[in-house]
């Protein structure tokens, strides 16, 4: 219509300044560890347990043994889904049975018929089983006992070692492991500075960056379903963790600008090599990451987020903290 008057209101996303604050009253522990004797000793015991067989023996099952079980259980008389089955092997102590089912059969010998008269835990996973008393019929197959092979020239050779060196495969452990631990103690470290950087600058993050992040971690996760699958975890699930990579995008943007920090070549360089000798062919993972300029973008943006956490480092009080291989590794990331 002729001079007709309209409105409009418009939304745009803004985005935020971060002014940098003091890091000074933030403190981070270090943790601090080495790889002693006897966790190469731990980790040789798993690899051997890793190749262990199993022998029949014609004696009464112990703990660590492996029966071979049918079974049949009822709940007030009367049978359940998933309550019986043939031929399975059990290894006793493992815990892969409810309380009491495995203890309830040690001393048992091949042709052996015990009664369990146990109950299912309050929490148990099957919801119309929780709580309920059962009784399981078992007979025991046959009783087999673990053989774990010595750490010889054919054992090392069973890792792909082709030389059998005994010495040189142990060494090789416990330089993975040295690596393994550095790498957890950066990471360790590397959170508490994000932590340290979230804690001190308090920004509202655009909507729209969100909603670009979670999209992004969405996808990650299709990536990572099976083939063919169609299960979409929901969105809420990544919110959060969007919001965090947002918020922290942004201030380590800020100190990287203010404080001049560029990405060190040298670093660079050595991340890749470090990446690559875990690999068969060092050199080839080298020049891949060399010559690929989006893969070499990657480890420099790795590089310089590292570079930051050295800055934030510089910045709070770091206290060390006496740790052990296996506390580090075996925490949770």
């Known amino acids: 219509r002729r001079n007709a008057k309209f409105a409009y209101t418009a939304v745009f996303d803004v985005m935020p300044e971060v002014e940098l604050a003091s890091l000074a009253e933030q403190s981070l522990q270090r943790p601090v560890a080495e790889v002693a004797d006897a966790d190469v000793d731990d ?14 023996v014609e004696r009464p099952a112990q703990d660590g043994d492996q029966v071979q079980i049918s079974f049949k259980g009822t709940i007030d008389g009367e049978p359940f889904q ?18 009491g089912f495995e203890s309830g059969l040690m001393g048992a010998g091949a042709g052996d018929k015990r009664t369990l008269e146990l109950q299912f835990p309050e929490d148990y996973r099957v919801e119309n089983l929780a709580g309920k008393p059962v009784v399981f019929e078992v007979e025991v197959g046959k009783v ?13 050779k069973s890792f792909g070692v082709e030389s059998g060196d005994v010495e040189a495969f142990k060494q090789d452990i416990r330089t993975n492991m040295e690596r393994e631990l550095k790498q957890r103690i950066e990471s360790t470290l590397k959170n508490q500075a994000m932590d340290a950087l979230l804690e001190t600058h308090k920004i509202d993050v655009p909507a729209a960056l969100v909603e670009q992040e979670v999209e992004a971690m969405r996808q990650q996760a299709r990536q990572g379903s099976p083939a063919g699958s169609k299960f979409e975890l929901p969105r809420e699930m990544f919110e959060e963790p969007a919001k965090r990579r947002v918020a922290l995008g942004l ?34 993972v080298v020049d891949f990451y060399t010559n690929n300029a989006e893969q070499r973008a990657s480890v420099e943006n790795l590089v310089l987020e590292n570079q930051v956490v050295d800055w934030v480092l ?5 206290e060390d903290k006496p740790s052990t291989f296996k506390e580090i590794t075996e925490e949770r990331q």
């Open 314 to 318: 510089e910045q709070v009080k770091v």
């Open 251 to 284: 201030i380590v943007a800020e100190v990287v600008k203010q404080n001049g920090i560029q990405v060190d070549p040298e670093r660079v360089k050595s991340t890749i090599e470090e990446m690559a000798a875990t690999y068969e062919d060092p050199q080839e």
């Open 82 to 99: 998933g309550g019986e089955a043939s031929d399975v092997p059990l290894v006793l102590g493992s815990g892969s049975m409810i309380e």
């Open 144 to 156: 087999s006992e673990p053989l774990v092979p010595e750490m010889n020239e054919e054992l090392v």
């Open 43 to 56: 980790m040789i015991e798993r690899l051997r347990t890793q190749r262990q067989t199993w022998e029949q």
